[in-house]
Structure formats: structure tokens, C-alpha cells
Nanobody, 116 residues
């Protein structure tokens, strides 16, 4: 049973920073792409940032220039550095690992609240 554990959420003032972490109990090298998603109250879950197997990153337009996705060499831990946070970034943030076999593993979600 693969376990995915997130940490790092919290309450921050607008303009502040947070760093989210996500670790999966995957076999080293089995992870393909991975990414971060978020879901605000009353809205659908949306992709925030992604990182491919080769390390190529991509971001939602709303977070470009403010958020940075990264991971360790084993591809079992990834991070989301969030700078310049805005109230509209308030959401539950989820991480997802996708293996080369096409299985998705989601974290439990962590709340990020940005006060104005």
C-alpha cells in the first residue's frame, strides 16, 4: 500500500510564503510525472504545477513566477515553494504521484489559507 503524506500548509498573510512537502512510499525510480493541485470551496480541483519524468516543469498561469515545484532525485518527495501568496490562493492543496504503470497516488490534502 503506497502512502503519500503532505505537510507544510497553514495560515499566512498576503505576500507571505509557504513550502509544501509531499513524500510517497514508492519504490525509487517508479515515479513518472507528479504535480500539485488545489481545490477552493465551491470550485473544482485545478492543477497548480507539474513536473515530468525528465524534470520539465509547468505552471498554471495564476501562479507563474510565484510558485516553484521541485523534487528529490529519487522522485519520492516533491515540494511546492509558494511566494507572494494571495488570498485567492486559499485552498486545499493536494499532491499526486503517477507511476510509469499509470497509477495515481494522491496525498491527503493540506489547507493553505491566505489572509488579506
Amino acid at each position: 500500500q503506497v502512502q503519500v503524506v503532505e505537510s507544510g500548509g497553514g495560515l499566512v498573510q498576503a505576500g507571505g510564503s509557504l513550502r509544501l512537502s509531499c513524500t510517497a512510499s514508492l519504490r525509487v525510480g517508479s515515479s513518472n510525472a507528479s504535480g500539485w493541485y488545489r481545490q477552493a470551496p465551491g470550485k473544482q480541483r485545478e492543477v497548480v504545477a507539474g513536473i515530468s519524468s525528465s524534470g520539465t516543469t509547468d505552471y498554471a498561469d495564476s501562479v507563474k513566477g510565484r510558485f516553484t515545484i521541485s523534487r528529490n532525485n529519487a522522485k519520492t518527495t516533491m515540494y511546492l515553494q509558494m511566494n507572494g501568496l494571495k488570498p485567492e490562493d486559499t485552498a486545499v492543496y493536494y499532491c499526486k504521484f503517477t507511476t510509469f504503470y499509470g497509477y495515481d497516488y494522491w496525498g491527503q490534502g493540506t489547507q493553505v489559507t491566505v489572509s488579506s
